[in-house]
């Protein structure tokens, strides 16, 4: 069957094998562009709009995970359906663990032939049943058609970034000094001013939402803001999963501040918190379903 | 300093009773004319006596450097003679007085005698009793020592290793070294002889003290050239050695956690890559040593990883650490932003001449 597809890896010869392999176990697709970091990934699959996205993990700049999520939320669903997602990493125990205990498939380097054409028929599978789907829904009622085919990729996707995710959890957890999944949860987010000198002492249940931006990620109460230099990434195992979500690549709030959730004409989510009414805080793509009226 | 562990005090107590026992016995076949109860009574008062003189007088005694908890030199040999002193006279007195049996002799030359062989006994007594306590606590003193050190020296090398041999850096150079026997054999060689290299130092450099810096600097060669492999143009690297500074000896792999820390937090996160220089030279004075990795990666200040990452604040306390402990002081590493982006860190040793 034809497909198009992307790869983003930054190493060139494993990119250049990956490629090889791809062409040998699967002779009929297209590779479109291969990439070396997680930036270029991002611009050449919304430009060229591949039917499936080969994502090593580590990469410099943004990472196969960043890259995933900035793709789900900017990708035009209306021109053509989320791509078939597949993630690369090296050999790392984590990742092998946390994917192989949600059974997903998964590209590992060095790439194994035989390993790889699993992969290769399982992505042929779902992009046959995907177009399948479309057709029937393109029958029956034209305008819902892509809507639910993009949530069940969308629903594949956040699988796949989850397992990805709690792979480096676990790796940063095991390294010594730092708290991870399954360890106690924060009670204070401890931020220092910009001279240094004061340390604050911010408890975790006063904060209304983090933000990421750039080196920083920003602690906002209803009062305050806060700059701390650890990485939203390490954070999260540290916060109570039912009371902060995850709505954004960059955002983590807590739900029962959560007062409205605002649909705006291009169809993107937007909410507005108690304490904090002047601001409006963008849901990703990945995470709408957690705001679907019941 | 003055720490008195009595646990101690109270086994060296006990040992000594067992000796005056013994030496009763002695004393009981030389004079056969009083009793056993009578000797030992005399032989626990002088015996008792020197041991409490020397084991409480040691303690303003010794220095710290003395193994063991005993005073070495003229200080030890003082105490033992002040203890054995004591030990008799007063020892003699109280025993006269709790026994009450004078020395029992019939004749003032027989008894000038008897003083005599007692004063022999207490005094041999005394000193093997003396060296006995004083070489013991040196021994153990020393053994302990000497598996403290090597406990710490294989916890380090443990250590090392396990951040030099990270999995993640040997399966990826595996991973690229199996495409490149597909592709380029030749080059497929060249690297895997670089491994070979890499793992051999890696495991062995760990038990070396020193080598010379020219070893050093093919080491480092090895492992660059790995990663270049890897990470293709967006590794350049550098290595400047002046012929005259080849042949100092240094510690090996001192070098290996800046070199990785700069690939690591510098240029594996930046995506245009960068390059790493290695330069030694010779300070201006000419006693120094000056080893200068700089990259031109996103530098330490902006690698929210660099400060939290474990691995590698263990790696460069590690080289701080081996540093103190070979040259002392004059022995630094210095680690700090470059002005135009990147990070230099400087290693600093004295120059060994031949």
New interface residues.
Partial sequence: MKATALIAE?????A??LHAELRAAWPALEVLAVV??G?SAVREALEQLPQVLFLDIRM??LDGLGAAMEIADRWPAGEAPLPQLVFVT????YAVQAFDAQAIDYVR??VQPERLRRTVGRVQQALAAAEQQQQQQQQQAASRAPAELLEQTLGEWRRLIGAANAAGAAGAAD????AGAGGPLLKFITASDAGGSTVHMVPVQDVLYFEAAD?YVRVLTAQREFLI???LK?LLPQLDPDTFWQVHRAVVVRSDAIEQVQRDEAGKLWLQLRGRPQEKIVVSRLYAHLFRAM | MMKIDWRDILRHGLLVVAFCFAIAAVINSIWPHKSYVQHLGYSMCIGLLIWLVIEFGRYPLRRPQDPGGWPRGWRGGALTVAGIVVGYYAGSALGDWLIGGGSGAISSADAQHDQRVSLAITVLAGALGSYWFYSRGHSSALAARVSAAERDASEARLKLLETQLE??ML??T???L???IA?DPPRAIAMLDRLNNYLRATLSGSRALTHPLSAEFERLGDYLALMA??????LRFRLDLPPELAGQLVPPLILQPLVENSIRHGL????E?GEIVVRAQRSDDGALMRIEVSDTGIGIH?A??A?????SSFGLGHVRERLATVYGAPGRLDIGPLPGGGTRAIVQIPLNRP
């Fill in positions: 930054d190493e060139p010869l494993l250049q094998a070396a970091d930036r410099p700049g090296a050999y790392d125990e380097k060095p390294a010594p000094g730092a080196k230099r650890t990485p390490q | 999995p993640h399966f990826n595996l991973a690229n199996r495409v490149l592709t492999v890897r990470m293709g143009e967006r594996e996160p930046k995506v890559g902006d929210p990883s400060a939290a990452d474990a691995s």
